[in-house]
């Protein structure tokens, strides 16, 4: 019998293998596209203004932060949800959102609206100034990756697992914008590219 999707505590070893394995090439695609996209970038001299004036008033919020870097929790979860299968789809989706946003980027090279900040800070935010140029906006890959990755383990969720689930994401989206990493139509982007990889790319169907 071939393996399906489901919840549980303890994956098999095919699982872990094929998660590790997946998740390494990811891994380096991400930072090549987006690296490379980001320097790129900050080559340039003229950059889009996609954000409306009023957004620069949003207010930062320090504990937004944590939601923000929920993200590397949500990305631990797919091995105890999904078979190696769906696995490897989950990781063609999240490639090709890779490397569509990767275009994006250079098509239209923004750049952050925010100003920085004047308060003192968690240091978390230091990984954010330390390792992430601000001009790889549009679409926000921070929420179309946890679209995807929510979209896919929550197929085979019951009812409260998914309502869980999809109020996580929504925390994570309005975080990108509480802690000044992405506007409104970044954020917007990121989850119209993830849906129509998800229409187009179903996890738990052949991929």
């Known amino acids: 019998m071939m393996p399906v999707s489901t919840w549980t505590w303890r994956p098999a070893r095919e699982r872990w293998l094929a998660y590790l394995w997946l998740g390494l090439l990811l891994d380096l695609l991400f930072f090549v596209t987006y690296g490379g996209a980001n320097l790129f970038n900050d080559s340039r001299t003229e950059h889009l203004q996609l954000f409306l004036e009023w957004e620069r008033d949003l207010p930062l919020i320090p504990a937004f932060i944590y939601p923000y870097f929920s993200i590397f929790v949500l990305f ?3 091995p105890f949800a999904l078979d190696v299968a769906a696995l ?9 959102a890779t490397l569509s946003a990767g275009v994006l980027f250079v098509l239209l090279p923004t750049k952050l609206g925010f100003e920085p900040a004047t308060v003192e800070l968690p240091p978390l935010f230091n990984l954010l100034s330390t390792f992430d ?49 992405h506007h409104l139509v970044d954020v917007i982007s990121g989850f119209m590219l993830a849906l129509v ?6 996890v738990h169907d052949a991929c």
Not at 137 to 152: D, E, F, I, M, W
Not at 197 to 202: E, G, P, R
Request: with cysteine.
């Open 76 to 78: 631990f979860i797919p």
């Open 88 to 96: 490897r789809c989950l990781a063609k989706q999240l490639a090709v």
């Open 133 to 181: 140029l601000p001009y790889n906006l549009v679409p926000s890959l921070h929420v179309a990756y946890s679209t995807l990755t929510v979209s896919a383990v929550t197929r085979i969720s019951p009812t409260w697992l998914k309502l869980l689930f999809w109020l996580w994401l929504g925390l994570m989206c309005v975080s990108v914008v509480l802690v000044h990493q």
């Open 197 to 202: 990889i998800c229409n187009t790319m179903k």
